[in-house]
């Protein structure tokens, strides 16, 4: 019996469905998107880059296509949704624009709903000074800090800016074991862009970095250049309405502290610690200023009435080491800075069976040491400090200006401009270098050590300017 129409048409929208169907798969396979993943190595300290930029760009077949993505915090980036095709990647960093450095791209093909790797790594330290500074020879123990310095009242280059290096030299004589010290001052101006280069610096040590313009002077900001990388990054602002004059840090030294900045720029973020994790209760100020703020249990905290300008962040916390960080700060503007703390490391508990003295580190030292300070809990209450710093007032070889928490101890000796201005004396309270003198009251130490800049002292600890060596009662 003959089909109708009726009867044929459901089979033949059923057979035209499944040869659509079947001519589909293969088109939607070939129009599937693919995805680019990879990381970005810093080979000169050997971990992820953080922050670099990747940007693929599709070269055939047209039209063309781009797409990018940062690195995370442990260098590794992800782009997706790429249409098949041949990529050109390539990657940049803060560090390699300012060196001016332009690494060629790699070709990479992506295909149809699948994933393609492309893993880049910065040049070699040697490829860096190179760059910092072209027809310079760096050794070992020698590199380079670049930058540019602005206006940070209008973002404009601040052209002819002055920017100071300071650091100071120290040599120990093998025969006598004396210690001598040297201060070292450098300097360059920066050309109509505002770039600036310092050639010939030394590695692994602490410089003081200051930019001057017009008689104005900004924050010393605190630097360490790597051997390793033997370059340095670092941009710099100023402004003149939100600044001191230059030298007024010297003068302030001896007598009174310097009047706080005071600016309409304001800072917050979140202090961490180990593994990441939020810190309360952080002590958070901007260094020459009188605000402060504490972190909450989620680690943030924030700052208002600041100064603009390259500033310096300070984070103190017990059990953590002291972070100083630089932040860039723009008026009526609020910027995002995260501080990152380190634990101290300290020993496991012990259980003590018999003891001859309660600081027995402070006898020993005391009884071999021909050189060096040391007092006693008697000695310290027979001085009658209102403030720790108090007992610092009267000892040679130290000076103390401020009060509080800005109480500061420099040594008295080779005291002079920018560059070792202060020369500030190194703090240890129970075992915890760089720590503030009035962290704790005088009724809570029961010993102390006092050395001299130049003085053979403990030679776990830093020396240079001075060493002050307390313990808390116990």
């Known amino acids: 019996m003959p089909c109708s129409l009726s009867t044929r048409l459901p089979t033949l929208r059923a057979l035209v469905l499944v040869a659509l169907a079947a001519i589909a798969a293969p088109l939607g396979a070939q129009s599937a998107p693919g995805r680019l993943e990879g990381s970005v190595t810093d080979s000169v300290h050997m971990r992820g880059l953080v922050g670099a930029n990747v940007l693929a760009i599709r070269v055939d077949p047209q039209p063309s296509h781009s797409a990018g993505s940062a690195t995370d915090a442990r260098g590794r980036y992800r782009i997706d949704s790429l249409p098949a095709g041949r990529y050109m990647v390539e990657f940049t960093s803060a560090m390699l624009d300012s060196l001016e450095i332009t690494l060629p791209p790699r070709e990479v093909t992506i295909e149809p709903g699948r994933a393609a790797r492309a893993d880049f790594a910065l040049p070699s330290g040697r490829t860096l000074r190179a760059a910092a500074c072209p027809g310079v020879p760096l050794a070992t123990g020698k590199g380079a800090i670049v930058g540019r310095v602005v206006d940070a009242d209008t973002d404009a280059p601040l ?53 001057q313009h017009r008689g104005s002077a900004g924050t010393e900001i605190r630097l360490l250049v790597p051997d390793s990388a033997g370059v340095v990054v670092r941009q710099l602002s100023l402004s003149s309405s939100a600044s001191r004059p230059v030298g007024a840090a010297d003068a302030a030294s001896d007598s009174i502290p310097a009047p706080p900045l005071r600016g309409t720029a304001s800072v917050s973020g979140v202090v961490r610690g180990v593994g990441g994790l939020p ?24 700052l208002g009435d600041l100064p603009s300008g390259t500033q310096v962040l ?18 009526h503007r609020s910027v995002t800075q995260d501080v990152r703390l380190r634990r101290i490391v300290t020993l496991d508990s012990v259980r003590v069976l018999a003891r001859r003295s309660r600081y027995r580190e402070f006898e020993e030292h005391r009884k071999r040491s021909g050189f060096g300070t040391f ?5 310290i209450e027979r001085r009658r400090p209102f403030e720790s710093s108090d007992l610092f007032r009267m000892i040679p070889g130290f000076r103390v200006s401020g009060y509080g928490l800005d109480a500061l101890v420099q040594s008295a000796r080779g005291v002079g401009s920018m560059a070792m201005s202060p020369c500030r004396v190194n703090i240890v309270i129970d075992g915890m270098a760089n720590q503030e003198i009035n962290l704790i009251h005088p009724s809570s130490i029961g010993a102390m050590e006092v050395y001299r800049a130049g003085q053979p002292a403990p030679v776990q600890y830093d020396s240079r300017c001075g060493l002050i060596v307390v313990w808390t009662k116990r």
């Open 314 to 331: 300070e984070v103190r916390r017990i059990g953590y080491l002291l972070a100083q960080q630089p932040v860039e700060l723009r008026s």
């Open 159 to 211: 052209a002819g800016a002055r920017v100071v290096l300071a650091w100071r030299e120290v040599a120990v004589d093998r025969a006598t074991l004396q210690i001598s010290t040297a201060d070292r001052v450098g300097d360059v101006d920066a050309d109509s862009l505002g770039r600036y280069r310092l050639c010939g610096v030394p590695t692994d040590e602490w410089l003081l970095l200051q930019v």
């Open 279 to 302: 810190v309360a209760d952080a002590q958070v100020r901007l260094l020459g200023t009188t605000g402060m703020a504490v972190s909450d249990f989620r680690g943030r905290f924030t």
């Open 375 to 379: 007092l006693t809990e008697e000695d």
